[in-house]
């Protein structure tokens, strides 16, 4: 059902936990029907310096919240708002056709907490 | 690596003695049972043997039980067939039941029959009263099923045949979470039809059956070769078949020590689960719950994310949460049960079986507590959802 990333990434999820006093927060889903993503940020210089999520779903939620995270470690904020679910969901060789919709919010997470960033720092 | 397989109300391992009684059947026992000639006719004999092996077992005549290709098709035959032959009229069920029957009373509806879902109990059971406050003049079928395939509860069907019998309803049970493993004489029982299948008795998948008491008026879903007395065409699944009979002797004669021993497992699994990990809730009963069964909610943890976990520990268990089955929904039993909606995500059913061992029992237990801690450092859903817990307790 999963591809290996996708396994790969729940048993071994990355950069999983909270930042204290984070500059951005998002959090995006719903517990009702079965997935919620938190992710925070620390932004340096417009760059994200450290990111940290806290994720309640399926593997698949797992996984895509572990993968956004290190595919925009270091990048620019601009950088990181380019990326999509699509692309997460790719960068884990793919996701099951239902899982696309419940599961993978990770990038929308993301863009959330950028949102929030720039509204709590006015840029 | 072991592998421990705890799902067992999805399929049992074929047994080997059912394995070595069907392999003839796709070697030298060719023959159609249909023929008149010697090929057909020895075959036929062990076709009727393996009928008498299931009707004894329900305390039935042979001519009363129906071979289908399995319980969904047990399910259709009984709903839509008295429907069919009935051409109008009105259905009772529950909101428990299995897909089987809740989709052939949906279509049944689409097509002009009035349905009446019964809800249960926060324990899950059916309260026959409700049953009874259900039936309409034109009443034409109830279907309550026996054991619940996803919490356990076992039905009062006895009670509710009570009340069908006084009014002249036909009753159908669903009984392929029961059958060969709770009594199921269909006397005992009061019921009219009753669905079976082979492979969550340990026989081979694609076979079942259909009890039908003689009088009960049903059309046939399947029709051309006049097989099964003309309650359903076509070239009947001998190895099947024979199978099932076999299945279903070996079931019969273990019955009670598998019980007895499968309580005790039940009984430790909850008495730990329930010690060893705050805000978890054990749906359904405690009374009236199938020993092998176990479903159990884990607040501010998902159901799949707990079910991988445990796979790759090498232990099979199913989950009842919405994002495994491929539905935005949970657990239509779960919510007819008024579990709360996120702590229904965090639903894991464990179903044991004849083979499973304390050993097992032993390594779940050891393994369970620091999965469910792993994946509830990783959620968000803190404090504040504990309250959800404490609300379905």
């Not at chain 2, 001998?238 to 499968?262: K, Q």
């Not at chain 2, 005790?264 to 719950?289: A, C, Q, S, W, Y």
């Not at chain 2, 069964?293 to 976990?309: A, C, H, Y």
């Not at chain 2, 097992?360 to 450092?377: K, N």
Request: with cysteine; aromatic share 6%.
């Amino acid at each position: 059902m999963y591809s290996e990333k996708v396994m790969d990434h729940f048993r071994n999820p990355r950069n999983v936990g909270e930042i204290k006093g984070a500059d951005g927060v998002g959090e995006v889903g719903n517990p009702t029907c079965g997935d919620i993503m938190k992710i925070y940020l620390k932004v340096k210089d417009n760059a994200i310096e450290d990111i940290k999520f806290q994720t309640f779903g399926c593997g698949s939620a797992i996984a895509t919240s572990s993968m956004v995270t290190e595919m925009v470690m270091g990048k620019s904020l601009d950088e990181a708002e380019s990326v999509t679910n699509k692309a997460v969901a790719e960068a884990l060789d793919g996701l099951p056709p239902i899982k696309m919709h419940c599961s993978n919010l990770a990038a929308d997470a993301l863009h959330a907490a950028i949102k929030d960033y720039r509204e709590k720092h006015g840029k | 690596m072991q592998r421990i397989y705890l799902d067992h109300n999805a399929t049992t391992p074929l047994r080997r003695e059912v394995r070595e009684r069907m392999l003839p059947f796709y070697g030298e026992l060719f023959g159609n049972p249909s023929s008149a000639h010697s090929f057909g006719q020895e075959v036929k004999v062990h076709l009727d043997e393996a009928r008498s092996r299931i009707a004894d077992q329900l305390g039935a005549s042979p001519n009363e039980i129906v071979f289908t290709s399995g319980g969904t098709e047990s399910d259709n035959t009984a709903l839509k067939g008295v429907a069919f032959a009935a051409r109008k009229g009105h259905i009772v069920t529950t909101m428990i039941e299995h897909p089987a029957v809740m989709q052939s009373a949906s279509y049944l509806a689409k097509k002009g029959f009035d349905v009446t879902y019964v809800p249960v109990a926060s324990d899950g059971v059916v309260d026959p009263e409700e049953i009874r406050k259900a039936l309409r003049p034109d009443t034409i079928l109830v279907s309550v099923m026996h054991v619940n395939n996803e919490v356990g509860t076992i039905q009062p069907i006895r009670e509710i045949s009570a009340i069908t019998r006084e009014a002249g309803v036909s009753f159908h049970t669903d009984a392929v979470q029961s059958f060969g493993k709770l009594p199921t004489k269909v006397d005992d029982l009061g019921v009219d039809m009753l669905s079976l299948a082979g492979h969550k008795i340990y026989g081979p998948k694609g076979i079942g059956a259909l009890y039908i008491r003689k009088g009960t008026r049903i059309d046939p879903l399947i029709i051309g070769g006049a097989q099964e007395k003309r309650r359903r065409s076509g070239t009947e699944n001998v190895a099947g078949a024979v199978g099932l009979g076999e299945a279903v002797f070996l079931s019969e004669t273990e019955r009670e020590d598998v019980f007895r021993r499968l309580t005790t497992f039940r009984k430790r699994l909850v008495e730990t689960l329930t010690e060893k990990i705050e805000d978890i809730v054990i749906n359904g009963g405690p009374d009236r719950m199938f020993p092998s069964t176990i479903s159990l909610s884990v607040s501010r943890v998902e159901g799949e994310s707990m079910l991988l976990s445990l796979d790759m520990e090498g232990v099979a268990v199913s989950t009842g949460s919405a994002c495994s089955s491929g539905s935005l929904e949970p657990s239509h039993v779960l919510v007819a049960m008024g579990i709360d909606t996120v702590l229904a995500q965090g639903t894991l059913r464990i179903s044991m079986g004849r083979g499973t061992t304390r050993e097992e029992i032993e390594f779940f237990l050891d393994i369970f507590p620091s999965i469910v801690g792993r994946l509830r450092a990783m959620s968000p859903l803190g404090a504040r959802w504990s309250e959800q817990y404490n609300q379905a307790k």
